[in-house]
């Protein structure tokens, strides 16, 4: 069966790559709070001579401070830089104009650092963000895989059972099968694709503990996210069991969705508690809600979707540091925010990470 699907990004999304904006290949307009992506080769071609040479006085340095130089030469021909444009935070485009003046060059390394800038997945030919059909589908195994163990009758012999350093172990037993016999191999899911033209944007990702009052201002850094209120779209194609495959416990896409949507609520439904507590904006939800569990069934997916959303609550351990070593919890004590400033005075416009709503398009076939 063949299902068209859309993901309504509710709050920012970030898929790893393994890929950074590195400082050589952007140039930031201060005044705009923007950055330019640009291809380098392209931008070449666009200088006279007198530009060139300049350029490649610079490129010949084997100094720090070449750096800065390169970035002064950048903002002085930005009118011949062509490219993608993101939305930064201001704050972040003060930093680079701070950069420009810097003289000292351990103070220049470490400000450079600060820009290295981690990139949400993307298409290489386009330059536009996708969602990889992967991600999503680990995040509807979790989500199924939690609740089905919930749901067992086995539960506790299971759970008593099982060794938190193999867990394809314990999901094979809730699964009955593995490798050939687990049920999500017939669960195909396309890349998604986005709807209409989407604009990603830059954002401090800010570590909030849930307990105090205070930011680790050092774990802050800026990160590339696809914004809520985009939209992408997409294919499932959950194929028919075929006889004598040995898949013992095959699924229906409603069943899966049905248990999906409930470990995911019970998560979001403890940050709209947190929430209360710290301040931070809640993702809406609201358009949604007539049809919950019918045509939508909230997700969550990426970067920073929290250790909750990732793992199987009965046998969930956290490893979390603390000032007299690590110990083991099973809620961690701290959450990612996406915000505006580095370390913001309140949480007021800051949000949690990941939050999507899965909608089957052609729900009538569920």
């Given at each position: 069966?063949?299902?068209?699907?859309?993901?309504?990004?509710?709050?920012?999304?970030?898929?790893?790559?393994?890929?950074?904006?590195?400082?050589?290949?952007?140039?930031?307009?201060?005044?705009?709070?923007?950055?330019?992506?640009?291809?380098?080769?392209?931008?070449?071609?666009?200088?006279?001579?007198?530009?060139?040479?300049?350029?490649?006085?610079?490129?010949?340095?084997?100094?720090?401070?070449?750096?800065?130089?390169?970035?002064?030469?950048?903002?002085?021909?930005?009118?011949?830089?062509?490219?993608?444009?993101?939305?930064?935070?201001?704050?972040?485009?003060?930093?680079?104009?701070?950069?420009?003046?810097?003289?000292?060059?351990?103070?220049?390394?470490?400000?450079?650092?600060?820009?290295?800038?981690?990139?949400?997945?993307?298409?290489?030919?386009?330059?536009?963000?996708?969602?990889?059909?992967?991600?999503?589908?680990?995040?509807?195994?979790?989500?199924?895989?939690?609740?089905?163990?919930?749901?067992?009758?086995?539960?506790?012999?299971?759970?008593?059972?099982?060794?938190?350093?193999?867990?394809?172990?314990?999901?094979?037993?809730?699964?009955?099968?593995?490798?050939?016999?687990?049920?999500?191999?017939?669960?195909?899911?396309?890349?998604?694709?986005?709807?209409?033209?989407?604009?990603?944007?830059?954002?401090?990702?800010?570590?909030?503990?849930?307990?105090?009052?205070?930011?680790?201002?050092?774990?802050?850094?800026?990160?590339?996210?696809?914004?809520?209120?985009?939209?992408?779209?997409?294919?499932?194609?959950?194929?028919?069991?075929?006889?004598?495959?040995?898949?013992?416990?095959?699924?229906?896409?409603?069943?899966?969705?049905?248990?999906?949507?409930?470990?995911?609520?019970?998560?979001?439904?403890?940050?709209?508690?947190?929430?209360?507590?710290?301040?931070?904006?809640?993702?809406?939800?609201?358009?949604?809600?007539?049809?919950?569990?019918?045509?939508?069934?909230?997700?969550?997916?990426?970067?920073?979707?929290?250790?909750?959303?990732?793992?199987?609550?009965?046998?969930?351990?956290?490893?979390?540091?603390?000032?007299?070593?690590?110990?083991?919890?099973?809620?961690?004590?701290?959450?990612?925010?996406?915000?505006?400033?580095?370390?913001p005075a309140n949480l007021s416009q800051a949000i949690p990470f990941g939050w999507v709503m899965l909608e089957v398009?052609?729900?009538?076939?569920?």
């Amino acid at each position: 069966m063949l299902y068209e699907i859309k993901l309504h990004i509710l709050s920012p999304v970030h898929i790893g790559c393994n890929e950074c904006y590195t400082p050589t290949e952007f140039v930031i307009d201060v005044d705009k709070s923007i950055m330019i992506h640009f291809d380098l080769w392209q931008f070449i071609k666009t200088l006279n001579d007198k530009e060139w040479k300049e350029f490649e006085n610079i490129s010949e340095k084997d100094t720090v401070a070449c750096l800065v130089q390169l970035y002064r030469f950048y903002s002085k021909v930005k009118e011949k830089v062509k490219g993608r444009i993101i939305s930064i935070p201001k704050e972040l485009a003060e930093r680079y104009r701070e950069v420009k003046q810097l003289n000292d060059e351990k103070e220049i390394l470490k400000k450079f650092n600060e820009f290295e800038i981690p990139r949400t997945f993307f298409n290489p030919y386009t330059q536009t963000p996708i969602i990889p059909g992967s991600s999503l589908k680990g995040s509807l195994r979790t989500g199924y895989l939690d609740k089905t163990l919930a749901e067992s009758p086995d539960k506790e012999n299971l759970i008593k059972n099982a060794d938190p350093r193999n867990p394809e172990q314990l999901e094979a037993k809730i699964l009955e099968g593995q490798m050939s016999t687990d049920p999500f191999r017939l669960l195909k899911i396309s890349d998604l694709e986005p709807e209409g033209q989407v604009k990603t944007k830059v954002i401090y990702q800010i570590n909030v503990n849930k307990l105090k009052d205070n930011i680790r201002s050092t774990l802050s850094i800026p990160i590339e996210v696809i914004p809520e209120g985009s939209i992408f779209k997409g294919t499932v194609k959950l194929d028919s069991l075929i006889e004598n495959s040995d898949i013992k416990k095959p699924f229906d896409f409603k069943s899966l969705l049905t248990k999906v949507h409930a470990h995911y609520a019970e998560i979001f439904n403890r940050e709209v508690d947190l929430r209360k507590n710290k301040g931070f904006r809640r993702p809406l939800i609201e358009q949604f809600k007539n049809e919950l569990k019918i045509k939508y069934f909230l997700i969550r997916i990426g970067k920073h979707s929290g250790a909750e959303a990732v793992t199987i609550e009965s046998v969930r351990k956290i490893k979390i540091r603390t000032a007299k070593g690590s110990i083991w919890d099973k809620t961690p004590t701290t959450i990612w925010l996406a915000s505006q400033n580095k370390k913001p005075a309140n949480l007021s416009q800051a949000i949690p990470f990941g939050w999507v709503m899965l909608e089957v398009v052609n729900a009538d076939t569920l």
